[in-house]
């Protein structure tokens, strides 16, 4: 039976595809015990796709990627594409899938695992239970602002970035914090440094002033300057619920609150834009790891950070509340019984590959939805 769900896989490079084919098993699982399926179509990206076409993803597989309901991306790079120009490298596919397609909120969960507790450096009683959301403004900030560059200056050379904020740019990168919290803890906490930034004072009263005009008046808001909230995502981090800051501000906290959590390859992303006029909202779905070359093709890889990358895309693109948490769970479930890929391995534990891992999950789902 055909269906609406459209899904593009781009495996990309490295670890990418051997991650991806662990998401094909559990939309197999899908069709086979749950009746949900999907229109999976799976096309080139990064150093694969300049092989084959000499651009790091081609105008063909661009449209798809606009056309489709949602992109699951797996890693893009490699050694051999190092010396390759900016335009055609590798990471140039990543970055005009999500200028082209306008990806402008960047969501990444901190959520930690218990059978994982001592994979982090923080104390387990610190972390144990954590579940925040960071939701990173993704298309603007310092990180595109202009003018940038060399200047002269007072005859002497000097370098500078710009940070620039609309209030339009802000707003919905807001909305989308408000209505992810309405779905979780109701409460948001807005990151900036209103205490030395013009950018700063701007972004927290425009946020502010939303709060109140949006009808988001059931959810709780608050303010932290972005150093305190980098001391207090290692103090208690627990406090959090959803966080929705700048681009630079986002790319240092999710890192910080990522590592509460212990593994790269246990971390899933997701990247929304805005929602269309036949209410579709673009999305790509990917872990935060990349290609990992010094493991590819050895089937060392931890598949699970793409699969919770693809129960996001049930969550946030299909609405599949139930299916979204029966994966978690099944990962949950993998690591209570032990399973672990080399990444995640405790003294004294065999590694399983990564087709294993996979195949762990499936068994979980099955046992799961029995
Ligand atoms: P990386 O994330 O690929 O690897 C860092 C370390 O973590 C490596 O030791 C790797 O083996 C390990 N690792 C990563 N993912 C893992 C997984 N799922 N399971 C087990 N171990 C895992 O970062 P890097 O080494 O800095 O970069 C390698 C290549 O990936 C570079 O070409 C880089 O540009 C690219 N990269 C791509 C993306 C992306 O596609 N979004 C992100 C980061 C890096």
């Known amino acids: 039976m055909a269906s609406n769900k459209n899904l593009l896989m781009l495996p990309g490079d490295g670890i990418g595809p051997e991650v991806c084919v662990e998401v094909r098993k559990v939309l197999d699982w899908m069709d086979r015990r749950r009746a949900v399926?999907?229109?999976?179509?799976?096309?080139?990206?990064?150093g694969a796709a300049y092989d084959a076409h000499g651009a790091a993803i081609s105008d063909a597989t661009m449209d798809k990627a606009m056309a489709a309901d949602a992109v699951l991306f797996g890693a893009v790079g490699g050694p051999q594409y190092d010396k390759l120009g900016w335009d055609v490298r590798p990471e140039a596919g990543l970055l005009r899938l999500r200028k082209e397609m306008d990806l402008f909120a960047n969501l990444r969960p901190a959520v930690t695992f218990d059978a994982l507790l001592d994979a982090s450096t923080l104390k387990p009683e610190v972390i144990r239970g954590l579940d925040i959301l960071i939701v990173r403004e993704l298309t603007a900030g310092v990180y595109f602002g202009e003018p940038r560059g060399l200047q002269e200056w007072n005859g002497a050379e000097r370098c500078i970035d710009t940070q620039a904020y609309?209030?339009?740019?802000?707003?919905?990168?807001?909305?989308?914090?408000?209505?992810?919290?309405?779905?979780?803890?109701?409460?948001?906490?807005?990151?900036?440094?209103?205490?030395v930034m013009?950018?700063?004072?701007?972004?927290?009263?425009?946020?502010?002033?939303?709060?109140?005009?949006?009808?988001?008046?059931?959810?709780?808001?608050?303010?932290?300057?972005?150093?305190?909230?980098a001391m207090q995502l290692v103090r208690n981090p627990k406090?959090?619920?959803?966080?929705v800051t700048d681009n630079l501000f986002g790319d240092l906290l999710s890192?910080?609150?990522?590592?509460?959590?212990?593994?790269?390859?246990?971390?899933?992303?997701?990247?929304?834009?805005?929602?269309?006029?036949?209410?579709?909202?673009?999305?790509?779905?990917?872990?935060?790891?990349?290609?990992?070359?010094?493991?590819?093709?050895q089937g060392k890889a931890n598949p699970l950070a793409m699969l919770l990358s693809f129960a996001m895309a049930l969550r946030y693109s299909f609405d599949l509340q139930e299916d979204a948490d029966l994966v978690e769970q099944a990962v949950q479930d993998v690591l209570s019984a032990g399973k672990r890929t080399?990444?995640?391995?405790?003294?004294?534990?065999?590694?399983?590959?990564?087709?294993?891992?996979?195949?762990?999950?499936?068994?979980a789902l099955d046992r799961r939805a029995a």
């Open 198 to 229: 013009k950018t700063g004072v701007f972004w927290r009263e425009t946020v502010t002033a939303l709060h109140a005009a949006g009808g988001y008046s059931d959810i709780e808001l608050g303010h932290m300057y972005a150093d305190n909230c």
């Open 37 to 46: 399926s999907f229109d999976v179509s799976e096309d080139l990206v990064g």
């Open 166 to 195: 609309t209030k339009a740019e802000i707003e919905r990168v807001a909305e989308v914090a408000f209505d992810l919290a309405r779905k979780r803890n109701s409460k948001v906490t807005s990151v900036e440094k209103a205490n």
């Open 239 to 243: 406090q959090f619920d959803v966080i």
């Open 255 to 297: 890192d910080c609150a990522a590592m509460l959590t212990g593994s790269l390859g246990m971390l899933p992303s997701a990247s929304l834009g805005a929602i269309d006029e036949t209410g579709r909202r673009k999305a790509l779905y990917e872990p935060v790891h990349g290609s990992a070359p010094d493991i590819a093709g």
């Open 342 to 363: 080399a990444d995640i391995l405790g003294a004294g534990e065999t590694p399983i590959s990564t087709a294993q891992m996979g195949d762990a999950v499936c068994e």
